[in-house]
T-cell receptor
Framework: DAMVIQNPRYQVTQFGKPVTLSCSQTLNHNVMYWYQQKSSQAPKLLFHYYDKDFNNEADTPDNFQSRRPNTSFCFLDIRSPGLGDAAMYLC?????????????FGPGTRLLVL | AQKVTQAQTEISVVEKEDVTLDCVYETRDTTYYLFWYKQPPSGELVFLIRRNSFDEQNEISGRYSWNFQKSTSSFNFTITASQVVDSAVYFCALSEAPYGNNRLAFGKGNQVVVIP
C-alpha cells in the first residue's frame, strides 16, 4: 500500500544534541510537509517542500532545518534541541500544493529531550 | 482570530450512543475546502473526508456522516453507534489559501472517549 513512513517512531535526545528525523513516501507526491504537535494542541506547520523548493513558515525557529534529497525522502534536523522542542513531529504529503489538496500523514515521531 | 472553532474539548459517550462534533469555520473566500482528520492514541492523523465549498450534499460513510451548512458556516461530524475504537481526537481543518499554499487551519480538536 502507498504510504507515508516515519522513522524512528520514538526518539530520545539530549539537550543541545543534534537530532534528525526521517520521512519517506511511496505516494510519489510532489509536496512534503513537517508539522510539530505539542500535547493537546493542533499540529503546527513548520515548513514544506514543493518538489525541491523549500518553503519556511515565518514563525519556525532557525533551530529547525529540513532536507529533501529526492522525491521520496525528507528529513527534519533539529540543530540544538531544547526542552521545549519535545513534541510529536508529523510528516505529511500531498499530490500538489493547491488549496484543497488532501494531506496524508505519517505515524509521527515522538521526540523526548532530556 | 481563530478560523476553525471546535468548541467541545472533550466528549464522553457510552458505547453505541451517537456523538456529534461541531465545527464552525470563518472565511471570506468563496472557494475553500474542509477536512476532518482522526488522531487515535497512536498519533497518526488519519484523513476522513474532504469537502469543497460548492458541494453542500451531506455525506455518509458507514457509521460516519457529515452535515455541511454554508448558511451557518458549519461542517459537523456524527459518529453513529459509537465503538471503543472511535476513541480519538478529531480535528476539523480549513484550506482557503490561493494556489501555491496548501496551509491547513486546524481547529483545536475534539477528544472523544467512548466508554464500554
Amino acid at each position: 500500500d502507498a504510504m507515508v513512513i516515519q522513522n524512528p517512531r520514538y526518539q530520545v535526545t539530549q539537550f543541545g544534541k543534534p537530532v534528525t528525523l526521517s520521512c519517506s513516501q511511496t505516494l510519489n507526491h510532489n509536496v512534503m510537509y513537517w508539522y510539530q504537535q505539542k500535547s493537546s494542541q493542533a499540529p503546527k506547520l513548520l515548513f514544506h517542500y514543493y518538489d525541491k523548493d523549500f518553503n519556511n513558515e515565518a514563525d519556525t525557529p532557525d533551530n529547525f532545518q529540513s532536507r529533501r534529497p529526492n522525491t521520496s525522502f525528507c528529513f527534519l534536523d533539529i540543530r540544538s534541541p531544547g526542552l521545549g522542542d519535545a513534541a510529536m513531529y508529523l510528516c505529511a504529503t500531498s499530490r500538489d500544493r493547491g488549496r484543497g489538496e488532501t494531506q496524508y500523514f505519517g505515524p509521527g515521531t515522538r521526540l523526548l529531550v532530556l | 482570530a481563530q478560523k476553525v472553532t471546535q468548541a467541545q474539548t472533550e466528549i464522553s459517550v457510552v458505547e453505541k450512543e451517537d456523538v456529534t462534533l461541531d465545527c464552525v469555520y470563518e472565511t471570506r473566500d468563496t472557494t475553500y475546502y474542509l477536512f476532518w482528520y482522526k488522531q487515535p492514541p497512536s498519533g497518526e492523523l488519519v484523513f476522513l473526508i474532504r469537502r469543497n465549498s460548492f458541494d453542500e450534499q451531506n455525506e455518509i460513510s458507514g457509521r460516519y456522516s457529515w452535515n455541511f451548512q454554508k448558511s451557518t458556516s458549519s461542517f459537523n461530524f456524527t459518529i453513529t453507534a459509537s465503538q471503543v475504537v472511535d476513541s480519538a481526537v478529531y480535528f476539523c481543518a480549513l484550506s482557503e489559501a490561493p494556489y501555491g499554499n496548501n496551509r491547513l487551519a486546524f481547529g483545536k480538536g475534539n477528544q472523544v472517549v467512548v466508554i464500554p
